[in-house]
């Protein structure tokens, strides 16, 4: 059923809590498969039986047999499983057992219309002071530079960056409308209230670079339009060279159109090639107008990538 559903659409995990939540959907996608096939054919059955030409008066006193009774019956207690058994402490864990703040990524989401900004508490670990009376063009979270704990934090928009293999808990925020946090690659779904500050938390698994390794294809180049238009929203996991050595396309870099005959000249037919931004935070309540552009990025590095990413946007605040 995995299978199928990644089939279907279903991507890539890339949370520690990620299998869970697939097993759950997977077992109510069974669930749903053998009401949809009992249900139509116990439909059909019926349609068939009580056809107008065998039963051609009416029949006031209906069924007698208990069968389709018991069997809704079966279908409630079924459903109470997965309830109480999977659905519950699924979620109880989410809610419930928050990792400690020391041993965590602590980083503030503060959503708007229709922008994400990411608020990071810098090297003392403390968030500082935010002032709704501050927030401008250049200061969207109202951040009190005069705050000693505001100092060193450092904030961007649509780009959350964490660490791998280390829990994130992120409080949740808007400054406006109800929106809602996604990352389908996390499995991480939440609303986001005005008014309230809500915690998730999930533990990435795997780095940007392996999941551009784990989701990258083969796609066959051609002079075919089409195919080349799909590939140039995409960036190139590889090196691809001429004969003569010369780089027609590098490695991370997008696929123009104007390189694919050079390629098929060197007898390059085949490229593999990744999404730019395999992860992303999409907001998943229509919130305005600008909805469908409400979209973050998402990059998971090592520790010590991480580290540097934070000490480099740091070394801005000095400037
Ligand atoms: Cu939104």
Request: hydrophobic share 45%.
């Amino acid at each position: 059923m995995q299978q199928l559903l990644h089939y279907l659409g279903l991507p890539l995990d890339a949370s520690s809590h990620g299998p869970q939540v697939d097993q759950m959907l997977a077992v109510v996608h069974w669930l749903m498969l053998v009401l949809f096939v009992g249900w139509g054919a116990f439909f059909g059955y019926t349609l068939i039986r009580f056809r107008k030409s065998r039963n051609p008066r009416a029949d006031y006193a209906g069924v007698k047999s208990h069968v389709s009774s018991y069997l809704e019956i079966g279908v409630a207690v079924f459903e109470a499983i997965l309830l109480v058994g999977f659905a519950v402490p699924l979620w109880a864990e989410r809610v419930n057992e928050f990792p400690s703040e020391g041993d965590a990524t602590v980083v503030r989401v503060v959503a708007e219309q229709f922008a994400w900004n990411i608020h990071y508490p810098g090297a003392d670990g403390k968030f500082g002071r935010t002032d709704i009376k501050l927030i401008s063009a250049e200061n969207p979270l109202g951040l009190d530079r005069e705050d000693h704990d505001a100092k060193d934090d450092v904030f961007t928009v649509n780009q959350l960056n964490l660490p791998v293999g280390k829990p994130a808990i992120l409080r949740l925020s808007s400054k406006d409308v109800i929106h809602s946090f996604g990352i389908p690659l996390l499995r991480v779904k939440q609303d986001v209230i005005p008014g309230e500050v809500i915690p998730v938390w999930f533990t990435p698994t795997l780095t940007s670079v392996q999941l551009a390794d784990a989701t990258a294809r083969t796609y066959t180049i051609s002079m075919k339009d089409t195919s080349n238009a799909l590939l140039s929203a995409l960036v190139s996991r590889e090196e691809y060279r001429a004969k003569d050595g010369v780089v027609i396309v590098s490695k991370d870099q997008p696929i123009s159109p104007d390189v694919i005959p050079f390629l098929l000249q060197n007898g390059i037919t085949e490229i593999v090639a990744v999404s730019p931004s395999p992860m992303e935070i999409a907001c998943a309540q229509l919130c305005g107008l600008g909805h469908y552009r409400m979209r973050g990025y998402v990059t998971i590095q090592t520790e010590e990538e991480y580290r540097a990413w934070l000490a480099q946007e740091a070394s801005y605040l000095q400037e």
